[in-house]
Structure formats: structure tokens, C-alpha cells
């Protein structure tokens, strides 16, 4: 027995490194013997090829990469990718040598990561290959899908970061040659799709597979999305037709047909095998294990006393429930703006109903999901098991006003707007809270997470891809069905979508937006769509609340993105510094066409084929100490290879363009 629990150590032990994949050493062969000739060494060496990402549960969420939130003590994690001046040098963690957050991840400089996982895949494939294996033929079969699946995610995750990247299938040894090159872009989507189809080939179905282990839907599942994302313009761009190492030969109709029939697969086991459904509830995708629209998910412990990034920082996406102030993503006003109100308008649209006084009033059932706002009423569970449920009070409050004056002042109605209003310091707080992911019957700690579940894969995705695949050749019909099918939730019935041409591409992006908000989909989306130099040049805006009190009458001030209004001319904010006083500050990019000019605070929207210039002046602008930038020049569509993996390689792997080079 007690040489079982050595073993089983030495598995886990084997992806615990965080060396480089050019510095890797073969394992000693009397612990692989024993490991891959046991069903139960061998699966425990696969479940730890499982954390081959982290879950975004953690600091430094990339949603706050994008124009989702902001992660105000996200200096080294995600501060600087946000504001555009990205390089080689500090995507690498403090402990190579670079300035990147060691434990703040982002889990979007996974190069070195990544290639440590794939390399004990390799070790696995390769060693069931030549060797064979004494473990009974059902656990190896599964076992060799799981990793081959487990080998295309990666290298999936690779290329939608990176572009082009070196394949890799054997564990190299001590006299193995390092100069490695980066792969084709199609060839590496070539490469993750054959894997992926001998692993659909051995693995179970989804009736015959453990909760959270791999099975058939799951590779279908990677599949559509793969598809999805070589079919876009990023990598199937008409003005770069030949293809090579940063996107793939254009090819409009075979891409997307491709895409459509990946999507077409799984949607299928939903709609004609009924293997899955669409939850009833919007939050049963984070609050039900049992929910019938996830198709894979990691599912999370109750408590964790363990020391480690991901599972004690788990909870700091719970901005409604922080500890110390400490708090990891507050919505943007870009990101509100996107929840249409309830008879689908957007709120800048004529008949939106749309009211000044309660900006945050009859929106999509979905904000309420995703964002707490001031006022509406959370719930929250104390460590002896009591529920409550109160009003969220974020706001500033002035003129000696008490916070039991105002819920009683507040108890029928909210306050009505007035222009007097007291100019304060900005402070660091967003004026917005997540709520997405946050379950208020559960108690949560600095050790205890409400988290049941992470849901990597689930069917409103797969009913979005398949929309758009079905949009990009032509059949609206079908894309207006799939996203109605989404808005037609039982809890969130928003009205069906009937646009068509353009407009419908518009609500289809929107629609992602909203349904998928807060779980990483749009900093990748913005990217393979090349809308990110639009979206992610939107100011990092935050909202104030101030609650102030004039003899006896009580008054809210919403500082909120507007409807621009020339008569204002700019002048009537209630920021205390004009806006034209904030300007872009880059250390080391001081040639940035940008540098010390003025943000721009009003930002032309289009929609439905309308513009709309939406007015960022009342909110607070200067709360990141340095503004949100997306290059002129691109180069932040792709991650950029760290120094130290290009020195590895005797400068044999080419950088992604705009970055500096191999030098």
C-alpha cells in the first residue's frame, strides 16, 4: 500500500515543473513501468494532464483583458496587456526573469505552460505505443483518448493565442534537437483535428463517462469551437490569402462549412438525441452540477485549505462578497451598455423606455444575472447558515447621510435625479459588481468557495456557432433560430431576434456578448472577429452612485454613460478633472501616435445600422492609472512568444508580428 501512494505521488509529481518544454528530462523508467501498466497510476497520471488550463476562477481574469471589467490591482497581470504595451519581455513571470504576476495568470501567456503538459502527454502516447501496457483494454482505449483529446485542447489553446505553433508528438530526450519551428497555421489546425478524431474513435459516450471526464460530445464539442475560430476573418482573411505561420489560406466557404458541420454534430446530440438542453434558469450553468446544457465542466469542492492560486483565490471573482477590499473584476460601462432593456432595445434606441433616473432598470433578465447594480437587492449566507437578502450599496454618500437614513428615506422608491452633486476623488471602486458565478446560498470564505462548477463547454456556445457558421453561408433562418432559441430561456424571454444582412451580424455579436459575458469568450472573440481595435479602444469607464442629502430632500446622482449631447459642449461633468486633462502615458512607448493625447471619451456606436455617439464624460476615466489602448499597429490580436522560449530555440522561433524580434 504504501508503495501505491508513492506511485500515485510521482504521477502527480510529473506535471509539477514549470520548466520550459526545451528543459524537460525523460522520467526514471521504473516508475513509468509501474505507472502506465496500472489502471489506476495510469488514470492518475491522465486526471493531473486535466489542469492543463487553469480555470478562470482566479485573479487576473481575462475578461478584464478585455472590455468586460477591470482588475484594479492587475499591474502585472492585466493592467499592461489591457493598455497596449505588451512585449516579449514582461509576459514572462517574475520568476524567469520577466514582470508578469507569478500566480496572476491570466491563462493567456500558457506557452511554457502548456508545452510542460503536452510533453507528459507525449510521454504517454509514446510509451503506450512502443511499449504497449498491461492495463485492462477499456481503461487504455479511454485513457489514450482522454490524452489525445487533452493534446489537441492544448494545442487549440496555443494557436488561438499564438497563431502557428511547433507540433510536437514525441518526449524528446537528453540529445533531442531544440531548434524547433513553428508550424503552418492550417497544418496546426490539421494536426489538433486528426487527434481529435482517433480520440472520438476511443473514447465512451457521454451515458457511459464519469461526471467531468472526457467523452464522444466533448471532442465535438472542441471541434465546433476549433472550426469556429479557424473559419474566422483573424485566420481566414481574404487580404492574406496564402497563409503561413499567422493565419491560414483563405478559403470563405470550406472553412465555414466545415465550421457548420462541426457545429451542426453536437447540436445535433441536443436537438435530435436529446443528450443535453438549455437550463432553465441562466445561473443553473454555475449553480446546478446536474445542469442539462453542460457538456463539460470542472467541478470544485466545497472548501479547500489547500495553498495554491486555484482553489484558495477561487472566490475572488466574488466581487459582491470581497474580503479586505480585495476584489477582481468590476464590470465596465462598455459591457452595461451591451444588455439591451427588455423589449430588446438598446437603451440609446428610440422607444427603449429607457429611464436616466434608473439606469439600471427593465434591462435583459441577464444583467441581473451577470452585474449587481446599486440598489437591487443580493443575498448573501453567514458561516452559521443564515440567508439574508438586502440592497447593494454601491454608492458614495454625502452630506452626512447615514446608511440607515437611506434605507429608510429608500424603503418605496429610489431617489430621483437632480443636477446637485458634489465632486469627490474617483476612489478605486467600479460603481458595478460581478454577480455572474456568485451562488448567495452559499457561505464564502477566504477558504471556502460557492463554485460548483467552471462549465468549459455548454450548449448555448455550440448554439451560437452554429448560428453564425449558418449566418456566413447565407442561411439566416437558421442563425436567427439558434440565437431565439437562447433569448427565449424560460427566465430571461427576451423578444426573437427578426433582423437580417448586416443587422443580424450585429445581434449575433451582441448576443454573444451578453450570453457568454464573463466567461473569457470576448477577448478571443474581438480578436478572430478584428473588432478589438474598435471595442478595446472604448475608454475603461467606471460608474458612480452618489447619494446626497440637501435640507430634506434626498437625491442620486448616476455618473453613467449617456446619449451624447452637443448642447452640453463637454463642460457640464461632474468629474472633477476635465477629461481632456487625462491623457495615454506608455513607459518605453513614447513614439506611440497616442502619447500624451487626450482620451477619447465620446465613442461612435453602430448598430442596427444607426450610429450613436455614446458620452463616457459623467463617469469616472481616470480610475486605471493607465488608460485602455489597443495598437494602432495590431500586434495585440496575438500573444507574443516570450524572450526566454526564443533564446531556448537559438532564436529558431519567429515572433508574432509588431513585437520586437529575436533578438
Not at 469607464?541 to 463637454?570: C, F, H, P, W
Request: aromatic share 14%; with cysteine; glycine share 6%.
Amino acid at each position: 500500500m504504501k508503495k501505491i501512494y508513492i506511485l500515485l505521488a510521482v504521477a502527480f509529481a510529473f506535471v509539477s515543473c514549470h520548466d520550459g518544454f526545451l528543459d524537460k528530462k525523460p522520467l526514471d523508467k521504473l516508475n513509468e513501468d509501474a505507472v502506465f501498466n496500472s489502471d489506476a497510476l495510469a488514470e492518475a497520471y491522465v486526471n493531473a494532464l486535466y489542469t492543463v488550463l487553469p480555470d478562470p476562477y482566479q485573479e487576473g481574469n481575462v475578461g478584464c483583458i478585455s472590455d468586460e471589467g477591470y482588475f484594479r490591482y492587475g499591474g502585472t497581470s492585466t493592467r499592461y496587456i489591457a493598455s497596449g504595451y505588451m512585449d516579449p519581455d514582461n509576459v514572462m513571470y517574475i520568476k524567469e526573469g520577466g514582470q508578469a504576476h507569478n500566480t496572476r495568470t491570466t491563462i493567456l501567456n500558457i506557452w511554457n505552460r502548456t508545452y510542460e503538459w503536452i510533453y507528459r502527454m507525449n510521454y504517454f502516447l509514446t510509451y503506450i505505443e512502443e511499449k504497449g501496457s498491461a492495463m485492462t483494454e477499456d481503461a487504455k482505449n479511454r485513457l489514450t483518448g482522454e490524452v489525445l483529446f487533452l493534446r489537441a485542447w492544448s494545442y487549440f489553446l496555443l494557436i488561438q493565442r499564438y497563431a502557428g505553433v511547433p507540433i510536437i508528438t514525441k518526449p524528446h530526450a537528453l540529445d533531442s534537437d531544440f531548434t524547433v519551428t513553428r508550424a503552418k497555421f492550417d497544418d496546426c489546425v490539421d494536426f489538433i483535428l486528426k487527434d481529435l478524431d482517433d480520440a472520438y474513435a476511443l473514447l465512451p459516450e457521454k451515458d457511459k463517462t464519469a461526471k467531468g471526464r472526457i467523452n464522444k460530445d466533448v471532442v465535438l464539442a472542441l471541434k465546433s469551437r476549433l472550426t469556429l475560430v479557424a473559419a474566422s476573418l483573424q485566420f481566414n482573411d481574404p487580404t492574406k490569402p496564402e497563409g503561413g505561420i499567422f493565419n491560414g489560406e483563405y478559403d470563405h466557404d470550406g472553412k465555414w462549412q466545415r465550421a457548420l458541420d462541426a457545429a451542426q454534430a453536437i447540436v445535433d446530440r441536443a436537438d435530435i438525441d436529446g443528450a443535453y438542453a438549455l437550463d432553465d434558469t441562466y445561473d443553473g450553468i454555475w449553480k446546478d452540477v446536474n445542469s442539462p446544457e453542460i457538456i463539460w465542466a470542472k467541478y470544485f469542492v466545497a472548501t479547500s485549505d489547500a495553498d495554491d492560486n486555484y482553489t484558495k483565490k477561487a472566490q475572488l471573482l466574488y466581487t459582491v462578497e470581497y474580503y479586505n477590499g480585495w476584489e477582481a473584476f468590476h464590470p465596465t460601462q462598455a459591457a452595461q451598455i451591451d444588455f439591451e432593456m427588455k423589449n430588446g432595445k438598446k437603451w440609446f434606441e428610440d422607444g427603449s423606455g429607457y429611464d436616466a433616473t434608473h439606469p439600471y432598470k427593465d434591462r435583459d433578465p441577464r444583467f441581473y444575472y451577470c452585474i449587481a447594480a446599486p440598489f437591487y437587492p443580493y443575498g448573501s449566507t453567514t458561516k452559521d447558515g443564515t440567508y439574508k437578502e438586502e440592497p447593494l450599496l454601491l454608492y458614495y454618500q454625502y452630506d452626512d447621510m447615514t446608511k440607515d437614513d437611506f434605507l429608510v428615506a429608500n424603503k418605496e422608491e429610489e431617489p430621483g435625479y437632480t443636477s446637485k452633486a458634489k465632486n469627490t476623488a474617483s476612489g478605486n471602486h467600479g460603481g458595478l459588481e460581478l454577480y455572474k458565478w456568485y451562488i448567495p446560498t452559499s457561505y464564502i470564505s477566504e477558504s471556502q468557495t460557492g463554485s460548483l462548477l467552471y462549465p468549459w463547454f455548454r450548449l448555448a456556445e455550440m448554439y451560437l456557432n452554429l448560428a453564425e457558421a449558418a449566418l456566413e453561408m447565407g442561411d439566416e433562418t437558421t442563425c436567427r433560430t439558434y440565437i431565439n432559441k437562447i433569448r427565449q430561456r424560460p427566465d430571461v424571454m427576451m423578444p426573437d431576434v427578426t433582423e437580417t444582412g448586416e443587422n443580424l451580424r450585429d445581434r449575433l455579436i451582441n448576443e454573444r456578448r451578453v450570453e457568454l459575458y464573463a466567461e473569457t469568450f470576448r477577448y478571443f472573440d474581438l480578436r478572430r472577429w478584428k473588432l478589438a481595435d474598435f471595442y478595446e479602444n472604448v475608454p475603461l469607464a467606471s460608474a458612480k452612485t452618489m447619494v446626497l442629502k440637501n435640507g430634506t430632500q434626498m437625491d442620486t446622482i448616476y455618473r453613467v454613460a449617456r446619449l451624447y449631447d452637443e448642447s452640453k459642449n463637454n463642460t457640464n461633468y461632474y468629474w472633477p478633472n476635465t477629461p481632456a486633462a487625462a491623457t495615454y502615458h506608455y513607459s518605453g512607448y513614447t513614439t506611440d501616435p497616442r502619447y500624451d493625447k487626450p482620451i477619447e471619451y465620446v465613442i461612435t456606436y453602430k448598430w442596427l445600422g444607426k450610429e450613436y455617439k455614446i458620452d463616457y464624460g459623467d463617469c469616472i476615466l481616470n480610475q486605471n492609472p493607465t488608460p485602455r489602448y489597443f495598437p494602432e499597429s495590431g500586434r495585440n490580436y496575438l500573444m507574443p512568444i516570450p524572450r526566454n522560449e526564443i533564446t531556448k530555440s537559438g532564436k529558431n522561433l519567429v515572433q508574432n508580428p509588431g513585437y520586437p524580434g529575436n533578438n
